[in-house]
């Protein structure tokens, strides 16, 4: 079964650009949950998505944007690019999307804003 | 608000000695918990999870964890380190109840010296 397959894997931007990172979950998930870390900061929770719809968001402003088709597939935006916003973005599926659900992670794209 | 203490971002041990990596958490409602791995470069693998069955979870890679109520703990351990566990692990907490975010500790980053 294949797993959390993100793209692209490593990108660099510049300030003010926008850019769009792309999810495929695991075959029957239906939840997809974005998470940004950096070494400031950690882990730290974007947004998550179940049946096309957003049930729960982070702390982030609304330059981070995102959404869920119909195939479960997930993509995030973020626009108006700032240097702090270089980080390691990780998308993660579960099943239901239920706390206590195992949660697995895709390999992150690396996003670098210069 | 659900926290996650991590004491130590760094851990040193020698290889066949004990690791002990110390999570402790808040939460206003009985929590899920979870222990995950990060590669160099990769995204997070699970470790295990505590989900109000046992209070002794096993995970996989001989890792274990013990849930402490009292102590508002959820230390994990492996009896004999391996030059293949050294990686960053994060722990981190769900409510039950709730949805499935995960609010995550900064990460303890395990040297294993031969």
């Known amino acids: 079964k294949a797993g959390v397959t993100q793209t692209p894997r490593y990108l660099i931007k510049t300030r003010g650009q926008q850019v769009t990172l792309s999810c495929s979950p695991i075959?029957?998930?239906?939840?997809v949950s974005w998470y940004q870390q950096t070494p400031g900061q950690g882990l730290q929770f974007l947004f998550e998505?179940?049946?096309?719809?957003?049930?729960n968001k982070g702390n982030f402003p609304g330059r981070f944007s995102g959404r869920q088709f119909s195939n479960s597939r997930s993509e995030m935006n973020v626009s108006t690019l700032e240097l702090g916003d270089s980080a390691l973005y990780l998308c993660?599926?579960?099943?239901?999307?239920?706390?206590?659900?195992?949660?697995?992670f895709g390999e992150g794209s690396w996003l670098t804003v210069v | 608000a659900q926290s996650v203490t991590q004491l130590g971002s760094h851990v040193s041990v020698s290889e066949g000695a004990l690791v002990l990596l110390r999570c402790n958490y808040s939460?206003?409602?009985?929590?899920?918990l979870f222990w995950y791995v990060q590669y160099p470069n990769q995204g997070l693998q699970l470790l295990l999870k505590?989900?109000?069955?046992?209070?002794l979870v096993k995970g996989i890679n001989g890792f274990e964890a013990e849930f402490k109520k009292s102590e508002t703990s959820f230390h994990l351990t492996k009896p004999s380190a391996h030059m293949s566990d050294a990686a960053e692990y994060f722990c981190?907490?769900?409510?039950?109840?709730?949805?499935?975010?995960?609010?995550f500790g900064k990460g303890t980053k395990l040297t294993v010296n031969p």
């Open positions: 981190a907490v769900s409510d039950q109840g709730g949805s499935e975010k995960l609010v």
């Open positions: 075959s029957g998930h239906r939840s």
């Open positions: 505590y989900t109000s069955a046992a209070t």
């Open positions: 993660a599926s579960s099943l239901q999307g239920i706390s206590g659900n195992t949660i697995y």
């Open positions: 939460s206003s409602v009985p929590p899920y």
């Open positions: 998505y179940f049946s096309e719809t957003q049930r």
